[in-house]
């Protein structure tokens, strides 16, 4: 079974850096986009950003433009989200997420989930 766990979350003050890693295992990924995504309490599920897995094909949501930055490592099978100048609006659980040949900013179309990690920014 495929499985993704998240690591690196935590409580940070307005303006510092977090980087959240995604440890995948259980299959091959090549095939597989990766993405991360988050969700704030009465908000719903929204995409952060994505990679492709045998390319360097990268994608962002708006909010994070020039803020953030999605990567790999195939040795290790990690996806990594660094995540800068963070804002107190970026308070929400991270899930990494993996999607089987499509890439996608829908939540719908991806098929493994990790269990999430909390981020807290404060002011």
């Known amino acids: 079974q495929v499985q993704l766990v998240e690591s690196g979350g935590g409580l940070v003050q307005a303006g510092d850096s977090l980087r959240l890693s995604c440890a995948a295992s259980?299959?091959?990924?090549?095939?597989?986009?990766m993405g991360w995504f988050r969700q704030a309490p009465g908000k719903e599920r929204e995409f952060v950003a994505l990679?492709?897995?045998?390319?360097?094909?990268?994608t962002y949501a708006n909010s994070v433009k020039g803020r953030f930055t999605i990567s790999r490592d195939n040795a290790k099978n990690t996806v990594y989200l660094q995540m800068n100048s963070l804002k107190p609006e970026d308070t929400a659980v991270y899930y990494c997420?993996?999607?089987?040949?499509?890439?996608?900013?829908?939540?719908?179309?991806?098929?493994?989930w990790g269990q999430g990690t909390q981020v807290t920014v404060s002011s």
């Open positions: 259980g299959g091959t990924f090549s095939d597989y986009a």
């Open positions: 990679i492709t897995w045998i390319t360097s094909s990268t």
């Open positions: 997420a993996a999607a089987l040949r499509r890439r996608s900013e829908v939540p719908r179309d991806y098929s493994y």
